[in-house]
């Protein structure tokens, strides 16, 4: 099983090409490197009662000239599905508004400040090139449709 694709390049890639790889996919400068962070208690466990990973690392960054140092806490989601694709278009979106909502609540508890959803989360997947009925369902306004302010509400809690 894959435990992450940090896993398999420090496994897999040799030591004196790993940091140049590691370079290309993280961006930093040379001799800075990608430094785990302890993962906060709370959102341990919403990881391992809801079936989620969390990964956290440090990003070093060139000191600027005219602003002082700060930090900034940036989460990347990747989720899945949590129903079968066959099931009700109301049922899968209400799995997984529930499944987004703990991993938020997991994101909060780490102290993220800017949170990126994948496109079109909210949805088993999109742009079917023979379908279109049942998907077009997902489709929902940018202003004031269900995911919008399923979002909103959560960000009130911060």
Same mark, same amino acid.
């Given at each position: 099983?894959?435990?992450?694709?940090?896993?398999?390049?420090?496994?897999?890639?040799?030591?004196?090409?790993?940091?140049?790889?590691?370079?290309?996919?993280?961006?930093?400068?040379?001799?800075?490197?990608?430094?785990?962070?302890?993962?906060?208690?709370?959102?341990?466990?919403?990881?391992?009662?809801?079936?989620?990973?969390?990964?956290?690392?440090?990003? !070093?960054?060139?000191?600027? %000239?005219?602003?002082?140092?700060?930090?900034?806490?940036? /989460?990347?989601?990747?989720?899945?599905?949590?129903?079968?694709?066959?099931?009700?278009?109301?049922? %899968?979106?209400?799995?997984?508004?529930?499944?987004?909502?703990?991993?938020?609540?997991?994101? /909060?508890?780490?102290?993220?400040?800017?949170? !990126?959803?994948?496109?079109?989360?909210?949805?088993?997947?999109?742009? !079917?090139?023979?379908?279109?009925?049942?998907?077009?369902?997902?489709?929902?306004?940018?202003?004031?449709?269900?995911?919008?302010?399923?979002?909103?509400?959560?960000?009130?809690?911060?």
């Amino acid at each position: 099983m894959l435990e992450s694709v940090e896993q398999v390049l420090n496994e897999f890639i040799p030591a004196e090409k790993l940091s140049e790889v590691k370079r290309v996919l993280y961006g930093y400068n040379a001799g800075k490197s990608v430094e785990p962070l302890e993962i906060v208690k709370q959102a341990q466990e919403l990881g391992k009662e809801h079936n989620f990973e969390i990964q956290a690392h440090k990003f !070093c960054a060139l000191k600027e %000239q005219l602003r002082p140092p700060r930090v900034v806490r940036i /989460g990347l989601v990747q989720n899945s599905i949590v129903l079968p694709t066959t099931t009700p278009v109301k049922a %899968q979106l209400q799995a997984i508004l529930d499944k987004i909502e703990k991993i938020i609540d997991a994101a /909060g508890a780490q102290g993220v400040n800017v949170l !990126c959803l994948q496109e079109t989360w909210t949805m088993p997947f999109a742009f !079917c090139t023979r379908e279109k009925y049942p998907w077009i369902e997902f489709a929902e306004s940018a202003e004031n449709g269900q995911s919008v302010k399923f979002i909103q509400k959560l960000a009130k809690k911060a």
